[in-house]
């Protein structure tokens, strides 16, 4: 089987309360990273003031803070400049989000199995938990 070296990678833009993610959703972040199911490339703490000014905390600024003290990041610097001024956009002004690059460590397995073959992913469209979410809680009120 050809093996890729990374996988797919997704951008997450999360906004949250206060000026750090949850003690909750740090800790399934980093469950799902011991369990091998996901690697973190990059992560940044982006903060939008009121007249969007954007601060931008890199991962070393904030990793022991986080707990994060056993986490490498595989490939800090992904996301660019580019990336952030563009993706900060959707943080509402006043608040904070984390911008983070994951590799679908699962993915590159199958994308592994398609290049042995021959195959090639032409394209992945991915419809977001909330959305799913709501379509089968229609479906089902429908029923």
């Not at 969007?52 to 996301?79: K, Q, Y």
């Not at 460590?105 to 090639?120: P, R």
């Not at 032409?122 to 419809?127: S, T």
């Amino acid at each position: 089987m050809a093996e890729l070296e990374y996988g797919p990678v997704d951008i997450y833009v999360v906004s949250f309360q206060g000026d750090r993610p949850d003690d909750a959703t740090l800790s399934a972040l980093g469950d799902l990273m011991v369990g091998e199911e996901v690697r973190l490339l990059d992560l940044l703490i982006v903060a939008r003031r009121e007249g969007g000014e954007v601060i931008v905390r890199e991962f070393e600024e904030f990793r022991d803070e986080f707990g994060f003290t056993v986490v490498e990041l595989e490939a800090s610097g992904v996301i660019g400049d580019e990336d952030i001024d563009e993706l900060a956009e959707s943080i509402p002004e006043g608040s904070a989000g984390a911008i983070m690059a994951i590799e679908l460590l699962w993915a590159k397995k199958i994308a592994s199995a398609f290049a042995a073959s021959g195959g090639e992913v032409l394209q992945v469209e991915r419809i977001p938990a909330t959305v799913v979410n709501e379509v089968f809680a229609a479906a089902a009120a429908a029923e």
